[in-house]
């Protein structure tokens, strides 16, 4: 093989890979070349071999754990995997360690009744650290595992603090009964995940040794208290732009916007709502999004339904936009008005430019001039001799513009002229070039 990236490595009575160039990529390759589809994704490391990688089953990891020196991490990288809570708490020598394990079991225990927990972990003068698996309650898609990441993130605002909402991300590696970090100088303390509660060390690993019976996520009762809650996290998830749907927008439309900004009218809240884009392919966070920049900018509730109803018909889903409303004077992150037209310049770029600017693109648009366009190979001195007002030569970098100008320039050197750059850099570079190819014009000012 030419294109090696990863050193293959027997060690721990197993065999690893492990990145040896730039691109890494040793850890998605020992998830997609699993040798049994059921094994467990794991990761090792220590200071002799760096991270290391493979897949292995659920007896092996049990003794691999039990067995060796090294840092073991499971690799959560495919569902279903069991519950479970990541504490890191920060604390005073108040804490009394025993005490706040118990809180914590009761507030798990009172949204998961009758959890077959496991907890294990380390505790210091400033410091707990726990893992917190439930055996019998598991997550079995990608909605299920965005709830819990909405569950943990109001448990950590309005329970406790030590909850990390921040440990559920794709391919999460979360360290396994018996490990510690390796020593380094911010962390020069040895803290082995030791077993606290449930001897039984099959219940504190994650993605095995499944209960034969379980729960989901789905199956727990939400009051309407918690329910109003963990909706008021979801809808504080900002707008993610980079996931917005890919829509053709209305032609008409971005003229309109664009003569409204030359003709400099007001874009109010209300005018806004109205250019938004919407249909069925919008997501909850960019309708609420919006439904906030409404709500506190004064855009009435019927408007706002108005514009939603383009999305659906729903009756039941247009009430519950109604409940919601009432509920937003809560809310105190949202998009103000410049925020809000930068959101729509994903669609109608002309809201992130000046009236300057639009005028200049809009006189820069050959698209109603095709009687005039005339196809060329190359640039030469006599395709600047035209009565026209202005040329447009649309062509990419390095195909001779700036080198046929000043030869046109040379060859007229009577005529006034300006020469606009759009950067220093570029500005500076034609001037030099202008001022040794027409040694004659000793009138030529450079402004910056």
């Known amino acids: 093989m030419t294109d090696i990236k990863f050193e293959t490595i027997k060690a721990y009575n197993n065999i690893w890979i492990k990145n040896i160039t730039k691109e890494n990529g040793a850890m998605h390759h020992t998830i997609d070349n699993k040798k049994i589809d059921t094994n467990i994704v ?31 991490c499971e690799i959560i990288h495919t569902y279903p995997f069991k519950i479970y809570f990541d504490i890191d708490k920060k604390h005073s020598d108040s804490l009394i360690f025993n005490d706040y394990i118990e809180m914590l079991k009761i507030k798990i225990d009172s949204i998961f009744p009758d959890s077959d927990m496991g907890i294990s972990g380390s505790f210091t003068n400033s410091k707990a650290s726990l893992h917190i698996i439930l055996n019998n309650y598991m997550i079995q898609n990608i909605e299920q595992h965005e709830f819990l990441k909405i569950l943990v993130r ?27 970090k390796p020593l380094t100088k911010e962390s020069p303390i040895k803290r082995i995940q030791k077993v606290i509660t449930n001897e039984n060390e099959e219940k504190h690993f994650i ?19 918690l329910k109003e809650e963990l909706t008021f996290i979801k809808n504080k998830k900002p707008i993610d732009v980079s996931k917005l749907p890919k829509i053709i927008t209305n032609l008409e439309q971005t003229k309109l916007i664009k003569n409204d900004i030359i003709n400099n009218i007001e874009f109010s809240p209300t005018y806004l709502l109205n250019i938004t884009p ?57 998009l103000n008005i410049d925020a809000y037209k930068n959101l729509l310049a994903v669609y109608y770029p002309a809201l992130r430019t000046n009236k300057g600017t639009v005028q200049f693109n809009i006189l820069s648009d050959i698209s109603n001039h095709n009687a005039n366009i005339n196809y060329i190979d190359t640039i030469s001195p006599e395709h ?3 009565k026209t007002k202005y040329i447009n030569f649309f062509i990419g970098m390095g195909s001779g513009k700036t080198e046929q100008t000043i030869r046109y320039l040379k060859l007229n050197s009577s005529k006034k002229f300006l020469f ?3 950067n220093q850099a570029l500005c500076i570079g034609v001037y030099n070039r202008l001022k040794d190819a027409i040694l004659q014009l000793n009138t030529m000012i450079l402004i910056i």
């Open 42 to 72: 794991i990761s090792a490391m220590n200071q002799k071999f760096g991270r290391l990688y493979c897949d292995i089953t659920d007896e092996q990891l049990k003794i691999l754990v039990n067995s060796y020196d090294v840092f073991i």
């Open 154 to 180: 109001y448990l950590y605002e309005s329970f406790d603090n030590g909850f990390d909402a921040n440990i559920y991300k794709r391919n999460q590696q979360m360290k396994t009964i018996n490990q510690s």
């Open 207 to 225: 993605t095995c040794y499944f209960n034969c019976t379980y729960n989901t996520i789905n199956n727990i009762i939400i009051d309407d208290e």
């Open 278 to 334: 919407i249909n069925e392919q919008f997501d909850h966070s960019y309708t609420f999004g919006v439904m906030l920049f409404c709500y506190k900018h004064n855009v009435s509730l019927e408007n706002f339904l108005n514009w939603y109803s383009k999305k659906t018909n729903d009756i039941n889903r247009i009430n519950n936009k109604r409940n919601i409303w009432q509920t937003l004077d809560k809310y105190e992150k949202y």
């Open 384 to 386: 600047f001799l035209t």
């Open 420 to 422: 606009i750059s759009p």
